[in-house]
């Protein structure tokens, strides 16, 4: 098996697993998300932060990750300018805190299980 075969594989792993879900107690609402994404989501994400753009990235976060129970988006990019200018930025913060550290917090939680 080639390296790329190898990525390839322990990428596909990665995604198969289940979606997390993030009560989010303000909405009363479920969100899902998984806790690894290709690099063509996270690439949009990286460059608006790398432009300082700490805000539009958090937003861009919840738009390409945040999911319902099955999957599908939660958010359109028509939904863009509705969370920039009316959302409560504490609760966005919160969201895109927990879909962006999921990897994060996965590992941690696996590292003290040992």
């Known amino acids: 098996m080639s390296i790329t075969d190898k ?3 322990h990428y596909q ?3 198969s697993g289940g979606l997390e879900k993030l009560h989010v107690e303000e909405l009363d609402t479920d969100i ?3 806790t690894t ?16 753009l700490t805000i539009e ?3 861009e976060s919840i738009i390409q990750k ?15 300018v509705k969370l920039m200018n009316e959302a409560d930025p504490a609760v ?4 895109a805190g927990a879909i962006n550290n999921a990897k994060l ?5 696996s590292l003290a299980k040992k």
């Open 57 to 59: 990235a958090l937003v």
């Open 32 to 34: 899902y998300f998984r």
């Open 92 to 95: 966005i913060v919160k969201i």
């Open 37 to 52: 994404y290709p690099l063509k989501t996270e690439s949009k994400i990286i460059s608006l932060q790398s432009q300082g």
């Open 7 to 9: 990525i390839a594989k």
């Open 66 to 80: 945040a999911k319902d129970k099955d999957g599908k988006p939660l958010f359109q990019d028509t939904d863009r």
């Open 105 to 109: 917090t996965a590992t941690q939680e």
């Open 13 to 15: 792993s990665s995604i």
